[in-house]
């Protein structure tokens, strides 16, 4: 690495994900000494703008890692399984975005926020995790009241957007209101198992034999590996919702000590880059919803009560910008830790 200045590539350059990263690299305006940009083959040959210059997107083919301090990897678990390993072993510190290595015990599953302990050293492994986009901020919020209460059991209802499943998921649910709105007997469905417009599809990812979802199973896992919490009982239904962006979650949690509604919005309140909302009354400044969100980096939360028959019980709502916060911010801010830190 030159000067702290890394030199960067991104694979999966021309995703949801991999276009948010390159937007908030432009934003943070994070000195770059390099830049490659990978896609699979049928993107190879896009040009994509960065900082006033044109890059050329490269088929993943003709990758060198040995010239790569960081590589961010976004193009999916199958990518990310082939791929991985090597970019590490050519010297590449990777952050990777997928489902290929969260449960691997020789890789660290960081939020910053939670436990960015973890990047005090470089991971054997050469890895590091990014986590699911609906776990991130869920973690995020549970930590602080984890640490006061000592939270024993998390019931999570997730609103997840058409985002989720990637620009296609964007454009099928666009097509798909567009055709009901223009009343054309065929429905849309794309990648969603049912047609999402004006609609509720209470199905993300593949079904499990237990029932769960894996979508339902990475909060699971997740949220216990994030926390350093093995014993946390922890449940999950995962919805996807007919929102362009931006995910929703309804919390329920049961803490070892009471709960103190008050408390809990000043421990909240004192978490970083999280806005609490004051539930003083309905509209944008009572609650947070995903599509009105002063600050897409923040993770929003509001309707925190406590259980007027059960005071170690509350619920809470928490919004937050999945292609952001839930996913390339996060792995940014890993990459800005690490360079700090001098491992990668």
């Known amino acids: ?13 021309t995703g949801a994900v991999g276009t948010t990263l390159l937007t908030l690299l432009e934003e943070r305006d994070l000195a770059i000494a390099e830049l490659e940009l990978f896609a699979s083959a049928r993107s190879a040959g896009r040009e994509l703008r960065f900082r006033g210059a044109a890059y050329e997107v490269r088929d993943l083919e003709h990758a060198d890692f040995s010239r790569t301090d960081i590589a961010f990897f976004s193009a999916g678990t199958a990518i990310s399984r082939l791929w991985a390993r090597k970019a590490a072993a050519q010297g590449a510190l990777v952050i990777d975005n997928t489902n290929a290595f969260r449960s691997d015990a020789e890789v660290p599953l960081v939020v910053p926020q939670v436990n960015g302990d973890l990047l005090a050293q470089r991971p054997a492994s050469g890895i590091i995790a990014n986590p699911n986009c609906s776990t991130i901020p869920i973690a995020r919020l549970l930590a602080p009241l984890d640490r006061a209460f000592r939270v024993e059991k998390l019931i999570v209802s997730t609103y997840q957007a058409a985002s989720g499943a990637g620009l296609s998921g964007q454009a099928d649910l666009r097509e798909d209101a567009r055709g009901v709105l223009a009343g054309e007997a065929r429905a849309h469905a794309g990648r969603f198992p049912v047609p999402l417009a004006f609609n509720v599809v209470p199905s993300i990812d593949v079904l499990l034999d237990s029932g769960f979802t894996l979508e339902e199973q990475k909060m699971v896992q997740e949220s216990r590996k994030i ?110 830790a690490a360079i700090a830190r001098d491992i990668c």
Request: hydrophobic content about 45%; overall charge neutral.
């Open 1 to 13: 690495m030159t000067a702290a200045a890394p030199r960067i590539c991104i694979v999966g350059a």
């Open 227 to 336: 926390l350093r919490r093995a014993d946390l009982r922890v449940s999950a239904t995962a919805v996807r919702v007919p929102v362009l962006n931006g995910h929703a979650a309804a919390v329920y949690l049961e803490s070892e000590r009471p709960l103190d509604a008050a408390r809990m919005r000043a421990l909240l309140g004192d978490a970083p880059e999280l806005r609490v909302y004051d539930d003083g009354g309905a509209g944008e400044d009572g609650y947070p919803t995903p599509r009105f969100l002063d600050n897409r980096d923040f993770v929003h939360v509001g309707r925190i009560r406590v259980h007027p028959e059960q005071d170690n019980a509350a619920w809470l709502w928490v919004c937050s910008d999945n292609l952001r916060v839930g996913a390339a911010l996060n792995a940014l801010q890993i990459a800005t």
